[in-house]
């Protein structure tokens, strides 16, 4: 039975106008405001004939050289992946110390659970309990008293200070799921949608239980509803902000106007962000797992659909805000979730873990062998995973208008330097003034069919030069 959400019926006239893609004029004027406000010079973004718009060179660029660094809209670490990386909830660095990382995942490896390391963040909220193994992946175990030292920074590991790390940061709200490397990155994590989205004891939200049921069906199922939730928060927290401005320049000027229908004007403003990324409704654009059978694409994409309805009723039971209701639409849910699913890029921040153990794995004979008698027990109880990059997956605005080509003249790469959350993307050729970057959405090594195979997902066929070439 299809699931039936009363807010599309009741706001269908507002949701389609949510819906309904900007002209090439205020796509332009919204991308060069932002480029504008990143100085990210050297790139324009313009519209295309084929593809709606792209990313086009406003200057030469070399081989490697960087055409920009995108700071994301929204992003989340995998909830997986919290065992063994402590980074920053905004920017995704690296926080804490080495001894830290190194002792919070030891000790999480031997919990065997993920719940259990967002009250593991600091050593002042430490509690540690005893296990009966460290991990029942490695066979090496460590005493419980050199992890917790670890953990609490009482015991420093040889040449760690060479590898600073912030210093951890606890959310405003008073959650134990957000840290931060910055007070700078905590309140603009804050003041973007953490504030509705915390589970602590300042939450703006409606229910702490019910929030914590929607992350717990988030962690269970599929962690891109968290990225719809940051978007439908902010544009919750950008719409209020605005009425307040529009509230008080009504004051100031003595006006008796009073807007209606929800406010709906400031709030199309407030969805300006994200009403330039290209959408689909996300149970259409999801790609068909290999397990699921053509004939049982239906039921599966039924699935789906109710899969994202049962997310939204448990996020509207947490921050459902009666002046925004239109974005509590199942059509507005699925559409920004089809967002993310086609524009997202993976979310790696290299760990300093491993700077570390391959800076004593260079050291000089005889200090190499000293410092290995303090260091190697614990690279033995890591085991061969003894340093995991922080991973996840973030929506970049400018990176997600760059456009796919096979031949891609550009990349989205690490360089050792970039130890953030950004999107770099390097030159991956010559790229000529006036010539589109593009970048590659899969493995551009892949046979011609199977390349077209896996972008039909994207709702196109590559007419790039190298697919033309091949399949003549």
Known sequence: MEVVCPIDAQFSEQIAVLLEPPSPLQVQEYFDELITSKQCNGIQVKPTNDYGKGVYADMEFEEDDLVLKD????????????IDCLVCSFCFRFIGSIELQ????????????????????????????????????NRFQLPNESIESL???????????????????????????AYYCSKSCAHADWELCHSILCTGDGSKSLSKKALSRFIEHANETNDIFLLAAKAISSTILKYRKLKVAHNKEKEKNHIAEVLGNHNFSL?????????????????????????????????????????????????????????CLPLFSLEIYGHIIGMFEL????????????????????LPEPEKKEVDEITQPFLDALGEDYSVCCQGTAFFPLQSCMNHSCCPTAKAFKRDEDRDGQATILAS????????????????????????????DYGFRCKCLKCIQEET
Not at 298 to 322: D, G, P, V, W, Y
Not at 345 to 356: F, G, H, I, Q, T
């Open 267 to 323: 709030l199309f403003k407030a969805w300006k962000p994200l009403s330039m990324g290209y959408k689909r409704r996300w149970w259409e654009c999801i790609a068909l797992p290999d397990d699921v059978d053509a004939c049982d694409e239906a039921a599966f994409r039924m699935q789906i659909r109710q899969l994202a309805f049962e997310s939204l009723e448990l996020l509207k039971e947490a921050i459902i805000n009666e002046e």
């Open 151 to 177: 953990m609490h920074e009482n015991l420093a590991l040889p040449y760690s200070k060479k590898f600073p790390l912030p210093s951890v940061i606890d959310c405003l709200g008073g959650c134990k799921e």
């Open 102 to 137: 190194i002792g919070r995942k030891l000790y999480l490896q031997g919990l065997g659970s993920p719940k259990d390391c967002f009250d593991l963040a600091s050593k002042d909220q430490i509690e540690f309990q005893h296990c009966s193994s460290t991990t029942s992946r």
């Open 343 to 362: 524009n997202n890029l993976d979310l790696v921040v290299a760990s300093p873990v491993e700077d570390y153990f391959l800076y004593i794995d260079d």
């Open 71 to 82: 700071q994301m809209l929204f992003g989340v670490q995998h909830s997986s992946n919290k």
């Open 429 to 456: 050729r010559p790229i000529k003034k006036g010539e589109e970057i593009t970048i590659s959405y899969i493995d551009e090594d892949l046979p011609f069919n199977e390349r077209q195979a896996l972008l039909a």
